[in-house]
């Protein structure tokens, strides 16, 4: 069976300061790993994507995530935040038949001036 | 980029009424879709697969009669939360594959309260 696991329901952090959402996932079978970013009442964004590769994916908004398979961990990171970073970020695994996505339960980032 | 137009954003109804939830893609045909639920501080949950022109696919413990799927369309999924409760109250969202890779869209989510 497949899990996700976000570890922090919610971090606060001053604006322009670094980041890290951290995301361990258990599978197993081979997993594609992604970020996805929701603002309130809004769908779900794509951040980023691991399919195969080198293991540091970068993706829009200057977010970055570096797939670990020994530790199973797809971290998220961002150097400096800004305000507008404040949203709900959901790291979730797909098996390679791209059939169902395993969402983990969300981190809530806030981002004080 | 391919869009999933998801309508209502939000909804207000009476226990014991139906509401209907739609999806529709804008610039692709979705031979499949997917049907997600969110509770309050919880993760999203699969709860069914549709295909276009057969019956959708339910996770465990969903129950489809209480959630009606359609997909009678390439570009229109609905959702039919029957004889709505409380308890089903939640923020809905669809899914959709774009291409044969990786590549998904998510709608902007219903938020369903039952009152």
């Known amino acids: 069976a497949q899990s996700v696991t976000q570890l922090d329901s919610q971090v606060p952090v001053f604006e322009e300061a670094p980041v890290e959402l951290r995301c361990n996932y258990s599978?197993?079978?081979?997993?594609?790993l992604f970020w996805y970013v929701q603002y309130p009442n809004q769908g779900l964004q794509l951040l980023l994507k691991?399919?195969?590769?080198?293991?540091l994916v970068k993706g829009i908004n200057g977010f970055e995530a570096e797939f670990n398979k020994s530790q199973t961990s797809f971290h998220l990171r961002k150097p400096s935040v800004h305000i507008s970073d404040t949203a709900e970020y959901f790291c979730?695994?797909?098996?390679?038949?791209?059939?169902?996505?395993?969402f983990g339960s969300g981190t809530k980032l806030n981002v004080k001036p | 980029g391919a869009v999933v137009s998801q309508h209502p954003s939000w909804v207000i109804c009476k226990s014991g009424t139906s509401v209907k939830i739609e999806c529709r893609s804008l610039?692709?045909?979705?031979?499949?879709m997917f049907w997600y639920r969110q509770f309050p501080k919880q993760s999203l949950m699969l709860m069914a697969t549709?295909?276009?022109?057969?019956?959708?696919?339910?996770e465990q413990g969903v129950e489809k009669d209480k959630f009606l799927i359609n997909h009678a369309s390439l570009t229109l999924s609905t959702l039919t939360v029957t004889s709505a409760h409380p308890e089903d109250s939640s923020f809905y969202i669809c899914?959709?594959?774009?291409?044969?890779?990786?590549?998904?869209?998510f709608g902007s989510g219903t938020r369903l309260t039952v009152v």
């Open positions: 899914s959709a594959r774009t291409g044969t890779g990786s590549d998904y869209t």
């Open positions: 599978s197993s079978v081979s997993v594609y």
């Open positions: 691991y399919l195969s590769g080198s293991t």
């Open positions: 979730a695994v797909i098996l390679y038949n791209f059939n169902k996505f395993y």
């Open positions: 610039d692709f045909q979705a031979t499949t």
């Open positions: 549709s295909n276009e022109g057969s019956k959708a696919t339910y």
